[in-house]
Nanobody, 119 residues
């Protein structure tokens, strides 16, 4: 059993910053990748940033503003968000490909954390 728990969302003014965290716990053997997605009302879930094998990638709409990082010792991924815009208002989800102690790998999702950018 694996759980991903996000935290750090909230209300922030345009131009402000937030840092999201996502901690994985449970019967983890290997975490292959950890990623952030976001989804707004009536919209499809979209990829924001990925972290895999020490490499990171970003959606064009967050490049230069968001930074994804990992603390492998804590099985945690972060998303540092800066220069936030109202268009960044969404529910942000953590996603990870994890191999459990059973030997099987599967993709897991967190419950989501709301980010609202508004004055």
């Amino acid at each position: 059993q694996v759980q991903l728990v996000e935290s750090g969302g909230g209300l922030v003014q345009p131009g402000g910053s937030l840092r999201l965290s996502c901690a994985a716990s449970g019967s983890i053997r290997v975490i292959w990748d950890m990623n952030w997605y976001r989804q707004g009302p009536g919209k499809e879930r979209e990829l924001v940033a990925t972290s895999s094998s020490g490499r990171t990638n970003y959606a064009d709409f967050v490049k230069g503003r968001f930074t994804i990082s990992r603390d492998n010792a804590k099985n945690t991924v972060y998303l540092q968000m800066s220069s936030l815009k109202p268009d960044d208002t969404d529910v942000y989800y953590c996603n990870a490909l994890i191999q459990t102690t059973s030997g099987y790998s599967d993709r897991y999702w967190g419950q989501g954390t709301q980010v609202t950018v508004s004055s």
